[in-house]
């Protein structure tokens, strides 16, 4: 299969991972993991990240959003109303459209509520703004999430920060095989070969902050996330062997000793 191009709303990434910018001991720090990451989107939390008070260190001093793009979301968000506030204000800063939008339902599991994340998709998507989804896997969510006007689709694979892995390989598939839109595991990755299960299985990207930045070496880890998705959408394209219950030699009978 011939690779295309990894785009959403129209604009195309070189790079499927996309890395958070959260957590992370320094801005120093972070943007050297960025860097070494090959990441081209990198999410910043609206409500916790400096962006636009000059006194005081900035993310954008370390990260030049003129060479990486963007991508503001809602962490830290509850409700709807909480949302689009968060990503209205974005706009007014840096005239940001693609957004990440992500309302939790609770401040123990980070769990999206998902009514309210539909009704924020909604109200966005009227005001011009290109909204990606955090939300959970469900299927028929995420179709919804499509008609509302989503960009791309972005569900968990496991809690937030948990970094469990994928727990719902089937439902992934389904919602993979439903949808033309960009699709990106969000949350709960926690090592290499996560990330190259979630491309194996089809997804276009996948968005990683805590499996990097609290990792015992935050830089080495950027780097095996940038080879294990590259490996992993490498692997989807060639189309692996049917799986089967019982051995096959590899080599055939013809002309045995």
Known sequence: MIDKKFKIA??????????????????????????????????????????????????????DPKKITYLPNTAGCFTAEDAIRTLRLAREIGGWKLVKLEVLGDKKNLFPEMIETLRSTELLTKEGFKVMVYCNDDPLMAKRLENAGAVAIMPLAAPIGSGLGIQNKVNIR????????????????????????????????????????????????????????????????????NPNLFGSASTTNKGII
Not at 22 to 44: L, P, R
């Open 10 to 63: 129209n604009k195309i990434f070189k790079s499927r991972l996309i890395v958070g910018t959260g957590k992370y001991k320094s801005f120093n720090e972070c943007a050297k993991a960025i860097k070494i990451s090959g990441a081209d989107i990198v999410t910043v939390a609206v409500r916790r990240v400096n962006i636009s008070n000059k006194n005081k260190a900035r993310l954008m001093d370390y990260i």
């Open 174 to 241: 389904i919602i993979r095989k439903q949808t033309k839109l960009p699709l990106i595991i969000d949350a709960g990755i926690g090592q290499a070969s996560d990330a190259t299960i979630a491309m194996e299985l089809g997804c276009d990207g996948v968005l990683i902050n805590t499996a990097i930045a609290k990792a015992r070496d935050p830089i080495q880890m950027a780097e095996s996330m940038k080879l294990a998705v590259i490996s992993g959408r490498k692997s989807f394209l060639s189309g692996r062997i």
